[in-house]
């Protein structure tokens, strides 16, 4: 199992083509690639923590159909876009002893020993980052620059598809070589 990270796919989003200079035509076409481009990387058994804005103003009930079309276990960290047809998902935690963290504001996990702080909106300053923690972020649709430890995980900033625990660490393991 390994563990992933995206943000804001805005599923069902036709403005955020434009908004963002997306590669679609529309958003059924956008929707399918990234459907395609997550279920390339991720399998059943891993697990992806989504960083908010999972869709906005799709179809009404297409939602599920979206959703149950991803591979792996999926986490929902709220953003500003995911109202109740997109809480009321099957998500579930990363952590069976602790289904709560299906879905939350913000959530610190450790994988392979490495603190992650996730939230949807970008900090300066975030729970455990003087002991190493990555802060991983969405909402500004790669419009901010990283920042020391920080990263923005957004479909916009890593070619339309999710990020793995093993990039981002490598990631910042090589920054702080420089």
């Known amino acids: 199992m390994a563990f992933f990270f995206t943000a804001d796919p805005h599923f069902g989003h036709e403005n955020i083509i434009n908004l963002c200079r997306r590669p679609f035509k529309d958003s059924d076409e956008q929707t399918s690639q990234l459907i395609a481009n997550w279920n390339s990387i991720i399998g059943e058994k891993d697990h992806v923590f989504v960083l908010g804005d999972f869709a906005h103003r799709a179809p009404k009930g297409s939602l599920y159909s979206i959703f149950s079309s991803l591979n792996g276990r999926k986490s929902l960290i709220k953003g500003n876009h995911d109202h109740s047809e997109t809480l009321s998902l099957p998500w579930v935690s990363h952590d069976p002893n602790k289904p709560q963290l299906a879905i939350t504001d913000q959530l610190t996990v450790k994988i392979n020993r490495q603190p992650f702080f996730l939230c949807h909106y970008a900090m300066r ?54």
């Open 125 to 178: 300053t975030w729970p455990a980052e003087h002991q190493g923690a990555i802060h991983l972020f969405g909402h500004s649709h790669g419009n901010l620059p990283d920042h020391n430890q920080s990263t923005d995980v957004g479909v916009d900033c890593w070619n339309y598809m999710p990020v793995s625990a093993l990039q981002l660490q490598q990631k910042f393991t090589a920054k702080s070589k420089r």
